[in-house]
């Protein structure tokens, strides 16, 4: 290759970084567009902006924020937030917020109109500003390992993070609640958070937990395997309070540090 050769191809590939760069900030700022011109998005952000802020300060982490993660515990009908600044590895909890209803029993979802809540590692797909429920998040729900272990053919879908009291296998927090979570969320991708991380477990799995799955679900051991293969993953977080590449096995199984 020649030196004009090599000096083109240089600056054919600045070009293309450069482009990619704008389209990248184009796509944000359309994004940003759209959602801040329903007015459910424009009131809930500028009614909980300020309170995320100082909720975010008093634990010592920047705000906007740039990398959050939210885990759910069916049992306890508890949601926790967690975040950390993007030069720091360990994440920090800000706060936790109560699921105002549940469907279904403990254990993952397997079918279309089974009206379980979904278990494993999911990530927010999708921001829905005009939600019949205010406000709403949409998960990936099926992921790789549902579509294996669940029907195939009609695993369901259209799991969401929602406002409102009601629920057929969703999570509602109630109009308040989502106004806030819709909030940071939104912050979170707009600084750049391309995937918000969603773990969703039966229980927490310490030893109140664990006892109470062992003797109400004893029998069932299609469930327990799953618990055991998600709590490897939870474990490494309680641990260390970092979260780890999520990847599945050819089984539809977690493969996380432990497996």
Known sequence: MTKRMYRA?????????????????????????????????????????????RAFEAKGLKY???DIFIRSFKAQNEMELWARDADTAEYKMVKDYHICALSGILGPKRYEGDRQVPEGYY?????NPKSDYHLSLLLNYPNYSDMLLGDRKKPGGDIYIHGGCVTVGCMPMTDGVIQELYTLCLNAKLSGQTYIP???????????????LGKQYAADTAKQRFWINLKTGYDYFERNHKLM?????????????GN
């Open 9 to 53: 191809l240089v600056l054919v590939l600045l070009a293309c970084f450069q482009f990619s760069g704008v389209r990248a900030q184009d796509d944000v700022q359309t994004f940003r567009n759209f959602q801040f011109s329903f007015t459910r998005v424009s009131q809930a952000w500028m009614k909980n902006n300020d309170t995320l802020r």
């Open 64 to 66: 906007p924020p740039s």
């Open 123 to 127: 990530f927010i797909e999708d921001f």
């Open 198 to 212: 969603v773990h969703i477990y039966p229980v927490r799995f310490d030893k109140v937990g664990l006892n109470f």
């Open 245 to 257: 590449p999520v990847v599945y096995n050819s089984e539809g199984k977690y493969v996380t540090s």
